[in-house]
């Protein structure tokens, strides 16, 4: 009886080790990088006036950042006086640290645009001007940085970098948009470059890439200004291409994979398609396209065989995963993010509405809405969800609202 105890006690210790304390990184739209978070007992209306704001935190400067939940703390990012500054804050709203690091984009619609990483106690940004750095967790003290204009050959564009890196182990990627180095991985504790790819030469294009595994082979796929392309993840090799350009080359929206597909789409009219990918990975048959779903920045989420997402049209949309046929058409909010959680749509508007939506292709459901009325300028930051907290950046304001009814 006595192994018997033992035994159990390190399947226990084992079970504890792999779901409470892993090196699994956190990232912007949720744990699996497709606006999904696996949140229950959320509120599936909210009361008179809306979700209940928990605290604000109304200093966090200039940027488009979105808020990340790690460890139990909190981290995003903003600008003051040309520099950028990473927050970490706690979960009640107070201010852990704010670290300088370095000098962030000031140009049209100014401040910081990527969105940190975690993992582990390492924490990654890209800055707006080409810095990539890795930060140490609990000090916020910066370990390396690679400057991807003066290392990496790499090439700013119009409205700055707008990329949150992605971590798969030992390996961080990012796109530096060069002729020579345009697509990278590097050794996430060192910065050393593990390989680079020249893809097709073009430069980035506002993307965060997508990483997925077809029959277990590792995939990279990210938009550059006219094409989205596919790599792999181990080697740099250049697997395929699709021709995807719009008016500004600005692709800003992270490409959706199910089961061997991937649904890829942007703004000013273009609207994308979906792609077959080959069970070797090497290739991408285009299948259908679309026009409606061409949202600039807002993602889109798929949930049970339908893909939510809004447009440059004015209007928000569903549309059949397997087909492209379009179920609906809504201009009930104005166009924005979607996030999805215990079966609800979060829909952030770039009026500032707050949608609580049913996911349903008969039509486009508002169950409750809310508006935010704190911080200042673009409603364009993806909202976030933990531990049943809703947040939402908006500018210089961080908001948590209450979504679960036992907090």
């Not at 808020?67 to 600008?79: E, L, N, P, R, S």
């Not at 940190?116 to 609990?138: D, E």
């Not at 971590?167 to 990627?173: F, R, S």
């Not at 486009?364 to 009325?373: G, M």
Request: aromatic share 12%; glycine share 14%.
């Amino acid at each position: 009886m006595e192994w018997i105890k033992r035994m159990l006690f390190i399947s226990l210790i084992c079970c504890l080790i792999a779901n409470g304390f892993s090196q699994e990184p956190t990232s912007w739209r949720g744990p699996t990088r497709d606006g999904h978070y696996p949140e229950t007992g959320l509120l599936k209306e909210w009361p008179a006036g809306g979700p209940q704001i928990l605290w604000s935190f109304n200093d966090l400067g200039q940027g488009h950042s979105s808020a990340i939940v790690d460890q139990g703390f909190i981290f995003t990012t903003g600008m003051s006086g040309g520099e950028g500054y990473l927050f970490k804050l706690s979960l009640s709203g107070g201010l852990v640290y704010k670290k300088k690091y370095g000098p962030e984009f000031t140009e049209s619609y100014y401040g910081t645009r990527g969105t940190p990483v975690i993992a582990g106690n390492m924490i990654y940004l890209l800055s707006g001007v080409g810095q990539l750095y890795c930060f140490n967790n609990k000090t916020g003290d910066i370990i390396w940085s690679k400057d991807l204009f003066k290392d990496l050959d790499g090439r700013q564009i119009t409205w700055g970098l707008n990329e949150t890196p992605v971590i798969d182990g030992d390996m961080i990627y990012v796109t530096p948009g060069g002729k020579k180095y345009n697509i990278v991985a590097l050794n996430r504790h060192t910065g050393d470059l593990v390989w680079s790819s020249r893809g097709l030469g073009e430069r980035s294009a506002y993307c965060t890439p997508l990483l997925f595994a077809q029959n277990g082979r590792k995939i990279l796929a990210t938009h550059f200004e006219s094409h989205l392309v596919g790599f792999d993840a181990v080697t740099g090799e250049m697997l395929w291409s699709q021709y995807q350009p719009n008016e500004w080359s600005v692709h800003a929206n992270t490409p959706v994979y199910n089961e061997g597909n991937i649904f890829y789409l942007s703004g000013w009219g273009q609207g994308g398609g979906m792609l077959e990918i080959s069970p070797d990975g090497n290739t991408a048959r285009l299948k259908w396209t679309h026009k409606i779903m061409d949202s600039r920045t807002g993602g889109a989420v798929l949930v049970d065989g339908y893909i939510y997402g809004s447009g440059d049209s004015r209007t928000w949309s569903c549309m059949d995963w397997k087909t492209g046929k379009v179920m609906y058409t809504s201009d009930e909010i104005a166009v924005g993010d979607v996030i999805y959680a215990d079966g609800m749509l979060y829909c952030y508007s770039q009026r500032g509405e707050l949608t609580l939506v049913k996911p349903d292709p008969s039509g486009f459901k508002v169950v409750s809405l809310d508006k935010v009325a704190l911080g200042s300028e673009q409603h364009w930051a993806h909202p976030a969800i933990y531990d049943g907290v809703l947040y939402i950046r908006h500018g210089r304001a961080l908001i948590a609202y209450k979504v679960k009814q036992d907090l």
